[in-house]
DNA sequence: CGTACTTTTGAATCGCATCAAATCTGGTGG
DNA sequence: CCACCAGATTTGATGCGATTCAAAAGTACG
């Protein structure tokens, strides 16, 4: 992977790591598929997902995958900073753009700098708002109210944009891609949502 | 509620937390029911579970809760260190210690010593494995799996202690207490599972 | 133009939510 | 110490909705 051109950085990096740590930053495009690491490996990068889409998913003991989390915009596997292996593999789900940063420069940048510590903390403190607002969504009963939680919670003014497959959509909520195709299409008949190929709009009732 | 003497901390505070903070620490003894904050809330003091237990919900527009977590030793909301407002509310479920440590206190620390910094950052870390192998049990099809990797995950050595009522488990495994209910007993006729007041123990087969 | 994957619809089964009610438990106050 | 109450535990009956298995049509990509 090449160094990277630091005006082609994300505005996410840009704010968040340190220059030197900027510089140490690679980058490759990913087809789908791609492993960016596999379950047991040792981590020695961070990776970053700039475009496509990443999921991070554990295979169970029948060899079937649990997808844990997918990634659009953001790191992966933050919490293997310091742990000797990963617990989960991870994968390209769709093409896309990974910036990799080495993990001892980041350990090292975050114990000599500590304003960048208070942001690595500060995006981890969303990451786990993140994760327990997901545990919320799939504590629910029925494919429908998981859906509109989906919507209302990492949408944006009611529209969900869709930027991977229903049936990725579908393993994250879990439930299956076809009860989330039955739900989508029983709910566009009720008027309750719109569907359209970049994403799902809540209908909004005129009176309430 | 009265400063902390030192040695009384628990030890995972006391490994954690720098001296200052230490002394700035303080105790209460709280009864089932107490609420440590409140959804909205402005956070000033962060929370540490030492005996008892803390869920961590959100009460939903119908006014049905959703536990998102449940905590017997450790941080509640430590992800509302730099929030302006809590976004879940706490609530003992059963009594407990608790443990207060001044947020301001925390963050001024978090700036001023990085070895406490990167301790802190294990924690979080360690957090979101957690939270990533709840999204994981929360995806499993069906209470008996479910339970199972509870005591896979939260046990030692297939041994669940349990610390907090079966109804409060079974919120936080996302299934209806009768159903939790139904299914141990199924378990346990089938031979796979032995329940006692203090633990679930799964039953191991001799032969694989 | 074929291959792989997503999207879609169908049918059957069944596990779980739901509503109800009884028993048991620990804790509180009289 | 006992009556009482709130909550936990348990069992029962019912119906719905999601999983499962199957298959077809649509779509992207090399």
Redesign the interface.
Known sequence: MPPVNLSALPSALRDLLPVELQSAATHRLAKRGDQLFKQRGKPVQMFFVAEGEVV?Q?VGIQGET????RVQHGFVA??????PRY??EAVMTSPGSIFAIPIDGLRNG???D??F??R???M??????R??T???R???VGVKDRVLHLIETEGKDGRLMLRASLKSIA?EI?VTHEALYRTLAAMEKQGLLQRSDVELRIQQRRTL
């Open positions: 991070f554990r649990v997808v844990l989390q933050e919490a293997s900073l310091q742990s617990h989960c975050l114990l000599s500590s304003l510590a208070a690595w903390i500060n981890l403190n969303q990451e786990l708002k994760l327990r997901q545990c919320e799939l504590s629910l393993a879990g």
